[in-house]
């Protein structure tokens, strides 16, 4: 059993800072990758950020320069700092993670329930 479980999401002003926190935890064997997705209101779940275990990142072209996302191996976790929020930004933030639970296994894709981030204005 693998739970991912976020923290962090809230309500701030525009130009105002947030950092979110996945923490993934159970019977994991190793992690690949870890992410970051979010859901607005009508809108599909687009990739916002993600970092490979050796620490290669790769950012959505909206969030460049503004989001910034780390990881410690040790403690399998995520982090997600977020700064200059724009109302635009307001949406569900996913935690997903790409690992495998024995040696041997398969490499499965995980998610966190979701936690909500609103931008005003």
């Known amino acids: 059993q693998v739970q991912l479980v976020e923290s962090g999401g809230g309500l701030v002003q525009a130009g105002g800072s947030l950092r979110l926190s996945c923490a993934a935890s159970?019977?994991?064997?190793?992690?690949?990758?870890m992410g970051w997705y979010r859901q607005a209101p009508g809108k599909q779940r687009e990739l916002v950020a993600a970092?490979?275990?050796?620490?290669?990142?790769n950012y959505a072209d909206s969030v460049k320069g503004r989001f910034s996302i780390s990881r410690d191996n040790a403690k399998n976790t995520v982090y997600l700092q977020m700064n200059s929020l724009k109302p635009e930004d307001t949406a569900v933030y996913y935690c997903?993670?790409?690992?495998?639970?024995?040696?041997?296994?398969?490499?499965?894709?995980?998610w966190g329930q979701g936690t909500q981030v609103t931008v005003s204005s």
């Open positions: 159970g019977s994991i064997f190793s992690i690949n990758t």
């Open positions: 970092i490979i275990s050796g620490g290669s990142t």
């Open positions: 997903n993670a790409y690992l495998r639970t024995t040696n041997w296994g398969f490499w499965k894709y995980y």
